[in-house]
């Protein structure tokens, strides 16, 4: 018996969420507070809010409708944030504790497409896809000013920051831009030196000069005396942000002087900064060799010295403003997940790819990102290498590349290589030394490629450029697509998958054919190999699982249970069973020796592609189609401990309830039988109460000391009770006393009372009906008794005439018991039928 319970000790029985990476950025606006200590984005119907130096999700704000927020600002004080959605409504929060402080309509005939604060932080100024400009007194709820004349879609407000001219900013899709005078309701000029869109506005401190950029590749530079440009810079990309710094020196940015310079962001990708006088850039932010970093939006925070810019696929990147020093990496939306595995030695980290050329690593703990460049294409595959500092990856851009992670966490690329004609879709490291790592192509080919000695040489410069390594073997493997391989525990065999819907073994390292496993009526998703046995698995998109002995290429066991492809496997719990994840979004957990499917979990809303187990296997990591990265913890130990623990807590609490009823400390007692749901001791207990010759008042004094939910308990026992007549009493009794001592809105607020009450009513009926026939039984016995004419018998001594009474009413009270179990009877087969 100690054996088989070892033996079931060692199984996994479930898992549960610890943590979840989700989407918190899906494009528009972010901003930072003043302090540098708040990110706000937009993320569909909520505004987020994160924390800049952990990186965690602090809140998240969704209006009422629950529609999509077209735009939001943060007042320059930092207390108040305002909302737009597609409802056409607004929404002034307190950001601080997530609370709405007032609703209103913005009474545009479109959705707001920007918003903007004054210096002051009491007006708000809103511009509309219908072309009208709105300013509203955020102090005294009311609207202001209403302004018309421009063309398209107001994209772009902003106030002037000097609060005593008065002077609001627009520009819509015509590309001019507006000055309104606020005090004069009227427009004061139009600026028309841009022949696109103008993407953005900036003002220097003291409010005399205004930088404008746009789509059309200038920079303009204007004087707000006399509205007059002084100067158009060409800065030959696509700008989305220009932002003037402050006027001091910034060596490391090459601004020698106090002169106006200012710094754009756009289509190529890189920060730039520009010298006003002379139109010259005078420095530019390194190249990253990677796309989708065109950058779409740019802020400065001028207290906090912090810089945030975004890129096209959803990254946020937060620098030094004075230099440039890149401080903070978020990544806002992953879109696909791919892959997903555990990094380090002690799995403190993961590294996702996801539809992207780009690598994301997190920091398990702090929540830190750091985004790794280097594939030009989507990567599709992951492998880490048994120490955890070394991981691989391959890509659609034909090439593979190898990254080591430094003690500090910091992950560089040390080598990369290419040969393969097709996306590489499948990727596996060495299992027992870091010397080789074999990859699967769309090109039906399998190449292995040996780690050189100078890669694994400690003494190897971080900051030196990727090596070159050289496939050692290739190996065309199967007629169509490679989309898995997997290395052996002793690094001597090879296990590759296919669409062809077969899986084969090869002996290392020359790659030669040893067996065809076949029996997959689709194509084979992913291969594993046990790490105790000599068994192979292999899951397929007919739905199932199935394991094969490396001897005799033999099936021996299929799992079914995934009502789609099954994606990924993988063994847990020492070989002895699988955990698999499926595009059904679902992971499931199997026991191999009985074929059954113990836990089935549901976490993701779309396909499961990755999926690791840690090293010690005590966590999980999944990712999805639906942009999650789900970590999961083996809580089967925990779940045994608290069972265990509720067990003897249950022994504990039934002595002492013994105790009690045998000490007839009814009070206590009926609240430990409630607490321990047992509707019959309850019962028993109510029944001994009812014994007393004060039982009405006792009942009532047990009944109201009792908590709400014990209370709510009881009505459900009773609703048990009434349907049985010979325990209709009791439950009758606790009714009445509920009845009359409870507020009629105290027992609405019961849990399940509206349920109980329909259940309630009918029995109670019935038992009313039955007792009112019983009565009038008795009542006609007794007028009988006492009109009956009988002829003249000898005198009956007293005591013999209280017996005939006594029959009599023993008589009555038998035939309303004979009718109330009569009455019971058809009630349940009335339910029955």
């Excluded at 130990?637 to 623990?645: P, V």
């Amino acid at each position: 018996m100690a054996e088989t319970a070892a033996a079931v000790g060692r199984f996994k029985a479930n898992y549960a969420v610890e943590r979840k990476i989700e989407p918190f950025y899906k494009g528009g606006k972010a901003q930072l507070d003043q302090t540098g200590q708040f990110l706000f984005c937009v993320c569909g119907t909520k505004v987020n809010i994160l924390d800049v130096a952990s990186g965690s999700l602090l809140r998240s704000l969704e209006q009422e409708d629950q529609e999509d927020i077209t735009t939001f600002d943060l007042s320059p004080d930092d207390e108040v944030l305002v909302t737009a959605s597609r409802a056409l409504l607004l929404a002034q929060w307190n950001w601080r504790n997530g609370s709405v402080t007032r609703l209103w309509k913005a009474i545009h005939t479109a959705p707001v497409a920007a918003l903007a604060f004054d210096p002051t932080s009491t007006l708000l100024a809103t511009g509309g896809c219908d072309g009208g400009i709105r300013v509203w007194d955020i102090v005294r709820h009311y609207g202001t000013h209403h302004l018309r004349g421009s063309t398209g879609v107001v994209h772009l407000v902003a106030f002037h920051p000097d609060p005593a001219r008065l002077l609001l900013f627009s520009s819509a899709t015509d590309g001019a831009i507006r000055v309104w005078s606020l005090q004069d309701r009227s427009c004061l000029n139009v600026l028309t030196t841009h022949y696109s869109a103008v993407t953005s506005l900036s003002f220097s401190a003291d409010g005399s000069t205004m930088l404008s950029s746009g789509r059309d590749k200038i920079c303009m530079v204007w004087d707000l005396q006399s509205f007059q440009a002084t100067r158009t810079v060409t800065v030959f990309e696509s700008v989305e942000a220009a932002v003037l710094l402050p006027e001091e020196p910034a060596p490391a940015l090459g601004v020698k002087n106090s002169g106006l310079h200012f710094l754009t962001a756009g289509d190529q990708g890189v920060l730039r900064v520009w010298e006003a006088a002379s139109g010259q850039c005078v420095y530019t932010q390194p190249q990253l060799p990677c796309p989708g970093q065109e950058l779409t939006h740019c802020t400065l925070a001028r207290t906090a010295d912090l810089l945030l810019s975004v890129t096209a696929d959803h990254n946020l990147l937060l620098y030094e403003a004075h230099s440039l020093q890149l401080q903070k990496q978020f990544a806002g939306y992953s879109e696909e997940v791919l892959d997903v595995r555990f990094l380090g030695p002690e799995d403190s980290y993961i590294v996702v790819a996801s539809n992207s050329p780009c690598l994301k690593v997190f920091e398990l703990q702090t929540s830190t990102c750091q985004i790794l460049h280097g594939h030009t294409d989507i990567v599709l595959a992951l492998d880490v290498f048994r120490k955890g500092w070394l991981f691989a990856s391959c890509a659609k851009d034909q090439s593979i590349r190898i990254w080591r992670m430094s003690r500090a966490g910091q992950v560089t690329c040390v080598a990369q290589g290419s040969g393969h004609t097709h996306s590489v879709g499948t990727i596996c490291c060495s299992r027992l030394k870091e010397s080789f790592l074999v990859t699967g192509s769309q090109d039906c080919t399998v190449k292995l490629w040996p780690l050189p000695e100078t890669l694994l040489s400690k003494n190897k410069a971080v900051d030196t450029e990727p090596i070159v390594v050289q496939a050692q073997t290739t190996q065309r493997c199967h007629d169509k697509d490679i989309n898995s391989v997997a290395v052996s525990p002793n690094d001597k065999l090879l296990a590759t998958g296919s669409q062809d819907r077969t899986a084969k073994l090869w002996a290392l390292p020359q790659c030669q054919l040893l067996g065809v496993f076949s029996g997959h009526r689709r194509g084979l998703w992913n291969v594993q190999f046990s790490p105790m046995d000599q068994v192979l698995a292999t899951a397929s998109a007919d739905g199932t699982i199935k394991l094969w002995s490396l001897q005799d290429f033999s099936c021996l066991k299929t799992f079914e249970g995934h009502d789609a492809s099954v994606l990924k496997v993988a063994f847990v719990s020492r070989g002895s069973q699988l955990l698999s994840s499926g595009s059904d979004g679902l992971l499931k957990l199997w026991t191999i020796k009985s074929n059954e499917c113990v836990r089935t979990l549901d976490a993701h809303e779309d396909k499961v592609w990755g999926l690791h187990c840690s090293r010690l296997d005590d966590y999980a990591l999944t990712g999805g189609s639906d942009s999650r990265v789900i970590l999961w913890k083996d809580v089967t130990e925990a779940e045994l401990a608290e069972e265990q623990a509720k067990r003897e807590e249950q022994v504990v609490k039934q002595q002492e309830l013994n105790n009690l009823l045998h000490e007839k400390r009814y009070l206590r007692a009926l609240g430990l039988a409630i607490s321990l749901d047992h509707p019959h001791t309850v019962l028993t207990i109510i029944q001994a109460i009812r014994r007393d010759p004060e039982a009405s008042e006792k009942l009532e004094d047990t009944v109201l000391r009792l908590r709400r939910d014990q209370k709510e308990a009881l009505l459900r026992f009773c609703v048990t009770w009434n349907t049985n007549s010979r325990h209709c009493h009791e439950a009758q009794a606790v009714l009445g006393v509920l009845l009359r001592h409870e507020a009629p809105e105290e027992l609405l607020a019961y849990e399940g009372v509206r349920a109980a009450v329909e259940a309630l009513l009918p029995y109670t009926e019935r038992h009313f009906q039955r007792l009112s026939r019983t009565l009038q039984a008795a009542t006609f016995l007794d007028f009988l008794w006492h009109n009956m004419k009988l002829s003249p018998l000898p005198a009956i001594p007293p005591n013999l005439v209280r017996h005939i009474k006594l029959h009599f009413f023993m008589l009555v009270h038998n035939v309303g018991i004979s009718s109330l179990s009569q009455g019971h009877g058809q009630a349940e087969s009335h339910s029955r039928g």
